[in-house]
């Protein structure tokens, strides 16, 4: 899918769940919400957060942040959000800080 806004374009890939593992970088740390990471490996090392708009806070915020900064991350390390806006917007913060 192709967004477009005013400035131009951007692309958005969808990619099923066995086929995202793969692609993974070495050095990355998954986030996903309840509802996806049912769908991801159980074996796969995700930071799972809950459903919903309440996970858009401060608290939810240093929850993923500082989970992350335990686990030594350099500043290559990518950071991956599996779900839907609240994930995308959660992780885009933590990752933006």
Known sequence: MIVRHARGAYPIERI???ALIPQL???CRIIADSNTRRLLPPDLAVFEI???EASKSL???ADVAGTILRSNPRRQTVLVAVGGGVVGDLVG???AT
């Open 50 to 52: 809950p459903v919903g």
């Open 16 to 18: 099923a769940p066995d």
């Open 59 to 61: 608290a939810m915020y």
């Open 93 to 95: 913060f933590v990752a």
């Open 25 to 27: 970088p070495e050095d």
